[in-house]
């Protein structure tokens, strides 16, 4: 019996975000992995590695939760869930002790039973709203507001 696709690219995920292990790509992708992230774009297995390695920095106390896994031929795809605190520098913004939910999708293209290629989709623009780096609707909504009033100021 061959290998269990599906059950390998979940415990993958697991072990590079809820168990924080980098290495584990190692024993499970090609030399010539090629990854898509929806921040550093296209990505070599050690880039991967390293944005495992600096997201467990930021969220030490990140949990990885795979809520399904359908697969298709060689690809298998994984729905997630990780929430953790900001207790560490991300992407040069300093810790500020928010509790963050992020929800995604994860392709893995496999090749026999070796990782090949990967795209990750997550929502980029939630987790940084959640940091407090991108304004909300509401927010957004209530700088339109005041702008309006400047503009019969000025008419």
């Not at 072990?15 to 190692?26: C, I, N, S």
């Not at 930021?58 to 869930?81: M, N, S, Y």
């Not at 990780?82 to 992407?91: A, D, K």
């Amino acid at each position: 019996m061959g290998t269990d696709l599906k059950t390998l690219a979940r415990r993958t995920i697991e072990e590079l975000f809820d168990k924080g292990r980098p290495t584990a790509l190692d024993d499970v992708s090609e030399l010539s992995f090629i990854g898509h992230d929806p921040i550093a774009g296209t990505i070599s297995i050690t880039d991967e590695k390293v944005i495992a390695t600096r997201f467990r920095e930021a969220f030490p106390d990140l949990r990885c939760a795979i809520h399904e896994t359908v697969q298709e031929g060689d690809l298998v795809a994984c729905r997630w869930r990780m929430t953790g605190t900001h207790s560490g520098t991300y992407l040069g913004l300093p810790p500020t002790g928010e509790r963050v939910g992020l929800e995604g999708i994860t392709i893995i293209r496999f090749h026999g039973n070796r990782i090949a290629e990967q795209w990750t989709h997550y929502d980029a623009l939630g987790l940084l709203r959640q940091l407090g780096l991108v304004p909300t609707v509401k927010e957004l909504g209530r700088r339109h507001a005041q702008e309006r009033e400047g503009w019969r100021d000025r008419v």
